[in-house]
């Protein structure tokens, strides 16, 4: 009897949420603002509507707050003072203590140097590495550098060479050699802090007188001995002004060969003419001046021949041409009155690199007396680097005359 009067008195409620259900859903379905979203949105659906519509408010939303933004930044710039920032003042290399020691520093290029000093030999090892941006003559297109490098020690007031110049294989057609030579001195270790290394740079010319182009000159009293004794060190210099070869004097021009036979081996040397001499400074003030060539083939330092050319009136641009041929003749040391000539052994005549040829411009006044003007010196142990090339042209060509022009230095 209960359960009858239970069950009947659910039934009412569960018919009222139905009621309910089927009022709120046919309310939102005749809702007009709803009816017009799906209108407006071109869609049958209307909670589709009603997502798309919320959808829309937050693009909405998001808009209005990015628009806010904007115009916050623009005032906040507009009003907010800037904070500015001032430019650094330039600064250049010559400015700066102690970097730069003068403004043509950086003119001639670089150079790359070692050193190394053996205490048990005591011998200093000088090594060429190579050289960056040189700057050949005007003008030459092409730039075919070599380095000397001359080891100099002081005496006194005075610079005297140490041996002979030695010097690098030519690199053609670059501003960037690369020699990586090294050269080898005797020097005692309490004359290092007198020792000056030279190196010198030249631009080949197959034809002229090679030009210098740089130098460079290391003193060792300025190197730290602990660093370079029995260690190698590497060091960068920069080079300057190259030595101009020109003289007072004027210019020389020779002509040598070398002729190897088996029966008579000879040296040609052939005196063409001088140009552009200058010789007020160094001849007396007489009527009769008079000049004339000699010269002389020594071998290491004994003499082995002399003869001299005819005598020129000529001053300025006086003409020989002559041609002397001075033969090597294979016997005992005998001097000749009459010819003025030296011999040496067959050891010697071979060694022909100890050969090396002056040639003296003489003044010779009407009392006959002979004053040495100017010397031109030939040889591979020459201080005039176009002396030295020469020498090596006619060494590795042997049988015919090579001709150079040479400047006559002061005696």
Not at 28 to 57: G, M, Q, R, Y
Not at 308 to 337: D, G, M, Q, V, W
Request: net charge positive; hydrophobic share 35%.
């Amino acid at each position: 009897m209960t359960t009858i009067e239970m069950t009947s008195t659910m039934i009412p409620l569960n018919n009222t949420e139905a009621t309910n259900i089927t009022s709120n859903s046919s309310s939102f379905e005749t809702n007009p603002f709803v009816i017009d979203l799906t209108k407006s949105f071109h869609v049958i659906n209307k909670p589709l509507a009603v997502f798309l519509f919320i959808c829309v408010c937050i693009a909405c939303l998001f808009f209005i707050i990015i628009i806010l933004l904007c115009i916050r930044a623009c005032i906040r710039r507009k009003y907010v003072p800037k904070v500015l920032r001032k430019r650094p003042k330039g600064i250049y290399i010559d400015e700066i203590p102690g970097l730069t020691q003068n403004n043509e520093q950086y003119k001639y290029g670089s150079i790359e140097y070692s050193l190394e000093y053996n205490i048990d030999r005591k011998q200093l090892k000088v090594g060429v590495l190579q050289a960056n941006n040189l700057i050949g003559p005007i003008s030459s297109d092409s730039l075919d550098p070599y380095t000397t490098v001359t080891l100099a020690k002081y005496d006194g007031h005075n610079l005297r060479i140490i041996g002979k110049q030695e010097r690098t294989n030519i690199v053609l057609n670059t501003n960037r050699p690369v020699w990586k030579k090294s050269f080898t001195y005797d020097v005692e270790e309490h004359d290092l802090n007198h020792t000056v290394i030279i190196y010198e740079v030249f631009a080949h010319d197959s034809i002229c007188q090679d030009i210098s182009i740089g130098k460079l000159e290391v003193y060792l009293k300025d190197e730290d001995y602990s660093e370079y004794a029995g260690n190698i060190i590497e060091r960068t210099g920069w080079l300057t002004a190259g030595t101009i070869y020109k003289f007072g004097l004027g210019e020389l021009c020779i002509g040598i060969g070398y002729y190897p036979n088996n029966n008579l081996p000879h040296i040609d040397v052939c005196i063409y003419e001088c140009r552009q001499l200058n010789l007020d400074d160094y001849l007396p003030k007489s009527k009769q001046r008079e000049l004339d060539i000699l010269i002389i083939l020594k071998h290491k330092k004994h003499i082995v021949y002399r003869q001299k050319t005819h005598k020129r009136k000529e001053l300025i641009n006086p003409y020989f041409n002559e041609k002397i041929s001075i033969p090597l003749k294979n016997s005992n040391a005998t001097i000749n009155t009459t010819t003025k000539t030296t011999t040496t052994s067959s050891s010697s005549i071979n060694q022909i690199e100890n050969f090396h040829v002056f040639c003296q411009l003489r003044h010779v006044n009407r009392l006959h007396i002979k004053k040495v003007l100017g010397t031109v010196h030939i040889g591979l142990d020459s201080s005039q680097a176009s002396g030295i090339k020469q020498w090596e042209e006619m060494i590795k060509s042997p049988s015919k005359i090579h001709v150079m022009w040479h400047s006559i230095v002061p005696a």
